[in-house]
């Protein structure tokens, strides 16, 4: 018996990813590493979830946290996101919004309802690796989204029809985007959605990182520009996709979807066929922090990330070589770096760990296809501010080596 | 802009739960429900879990239970579930489990691993609502599974390739199934898997009210049956989907697989594709409490299910008219009755929330097709006693009112 005989066709496209893999040789203590994309556990706000969690499981209140929910979520958070929502730019209701397990498993189901096999999803190039994952269950292509290309709609079209389907969504995060750290402008944001227009297709905006902003004017999410256009949030083409893992907690696995209702109303189907609801005491928890507090303790975290992303700023203006570029977030965890053409991030990796001990995640991962081999993706929420000014001393030194 | 014309295939199968919607109507206090599927919260072990929890967000262990962390799960917990498995028939180690965020995840995971749209899964008539859900989104046929039945493997695969695909699994719950109650003989699992075998498909064993058993001998898993004739756990065909949602609490939404390990391999890639983790804090706290007494908690639980499950065998004993049928489980939620033919669950749900203020669940809902019409599932877990006493009669009334 050979068991993979029995896999769906699909499972062929489920494959180990790279980071992961990576992860796990890098539990080696000397090692600094740049590869990561996890917050800094010490700012965890631990103390107020000890008090969340004592009173959600108090005899008045473990009925309800350890029992069975609702699909759609804890309904007092819903409240509190709509409300958010509604700061962000997006007035609506709790029924706009679904309760996920992080946003992680909004992308899965986001696939889930649109995608048909040969289906189209534009795609940044480079782009969130885990959206990539989560789509690819569903067989799609992916094909360049590029709103202030010169392709025309229809030319797009032509090749998603020649294809074997049609354009379903585009997929961005448009603030301090992973891997790439880039921000898009209003203007920018204005075009995907004349794009998406044009192509009568949907939008995924994935703002996993939207409240880690260190400097710069906020810039509305493409669902408030798109309601401010269409003034009834139930015509709005744009889901969006948040998550409490950058701000709170990605242990506790708490995302949310907001969306027109038809849109909530088919995903809460997939939710309830997909694991019945995410864990009761989970969303009552996040609830009772988010409410206590949300944005004291992001203004926190943005005042220590702040430090590092200019710790890592400077080390760089400092150690790296000519010929050697990279962005300038305003805002995230993440710094891309291009290399010369003709270099490979893989090859480097291999170098870095070996004889400097230093390690990062190779652009290419970051690519639907084989591009972006040159380039390479630095976490810094991570390393602390003596780790990131050595770790970048040191890579200075592997490249110079490996550019000679 | 028609939203759900965007909406991929799949969802035209993915419906609102007859149950869910069911639920909804439930809320009047004085209604006595016969219709959930759930623990009673009087018994969650809340003090154990306060404990837990408090150990799990320590100042020592709260970086860890906030953070990311492996798809795999709490390498602790999965050490604990692999003894636990060795106890039930199937010794093995950690890396034939998944930790999932229940077991309705693992059934839509094993869904996406193995079918593919119109593959045949063959499926109890009835089975279990949620199964059903889980499968739908994959778009296969459902074939009645009866391995105890006349009908040769070579039929069941013809009637499956004519349908255009393949028999990929049968699913199952052996003992005291959702909805019927029934357990399968040592003598009928054996005939489950002899029908694998013949057939050269996988075997879904869903556990998930394995530990609540009332009366009789254990019978072992079909996994461990399996196991013990081959010899190499990595060569079995039936991948085992645990819970604790049964014992411990649904609320956390932590439930496990264990089997081959390409099987979990692939799950594994499945899992972080679709949600990257179960919450860690979750899966800690589970671990913490089903060490300090998971059998002993068990046992608390039989104690009392046990109590009540007599109450309602007895009170149907006393109120039901002649030409009803139920089954006497031996462990488990549910007593499932068959009702004279002709007459229609769904309109006795109406009469008896109209006329008496009971409810249950139409049997309909949990076949694939528009059989079962003339049948029930009744929940012994939630009533109390005296509900219990109080609810049965109500329905006798109604029943008897019914058929005359």
Known sequence: MQIDSFFAARNSRMKASEIRELLKLLDQP????FAGGIPDPALFPAEKFR??????????????????????????????????????????GADNILI??????????????????NDT?????????????????YEPRFDRLDPMGNRAAADVQADAAAAGGKVKFSYLSPDFANPTGITLSLQERQQVL????????????????????????????????????KGDL??????????????????LR??????????????????????????????MAVAHVAADGFEDHTRLLCAHYKARRDRMLAALDQHMPKGVEWTRP??????WMTLPKGMDGADLLAAALRDEKVAFVPGGAFYPDDDGRNTLRLNFSSPNQAQIDEGIKRLGRVLRAAMS
């Open 51 to 92: 008090d969340a969690m004592a009173d959600a499981l108090s005899d008045q209140n473990q009925g309800l946290s350890l029992q069975y929910s609702t699909s759609e979520g804890y309904p007092p958070l819903r409240e509190w996101l709509a409300q958010r929502m509604t700061q962000l730019g997006v007035p609506c």
């Open 100 to 117: 996920t397990s992080g946003s992680q498993q909004a992308l899965d189901y986001l696939g889930k309802l649109f995608l048909s096999p």
């Open 234 to 251: 139930d015509q709005c083409r744009t889901i969006y996709c948040g998550s409490f893992s950058k701000t709170l907690s990605p242990g």
């Open 30 to 33: 000397d090692v600094i590493s």
């Open 121 to 137: 999803a534009l795609v940044g190039w480079p782009t969130y690796l885990g959206a990539l994952g989560a789509f690819n269950a």
């Open 194 to 229: 004349a794009q998406a227009e044009a192509l009568d297709c949907m939008v995924i905006e994935d703002a996993a990182y939207q409240s880690l902003r260190y400097e710069g004017e906020e810039i509305p999410p493409i669902l408030s520009l798109e309601l401010t256009e």
């Open 330 to 335: 305003e805002g995230g965890m993440f710094v």
């Open 254 to 283: 708490i995302g949310w979807v907001c969306a027109a209702r038809p849109v909530i109303d088919q995903l809460v189907l997939l939710k309830q066929a997909g694991d019945l609801h995410t864990a009761t005491l989970n969303q």
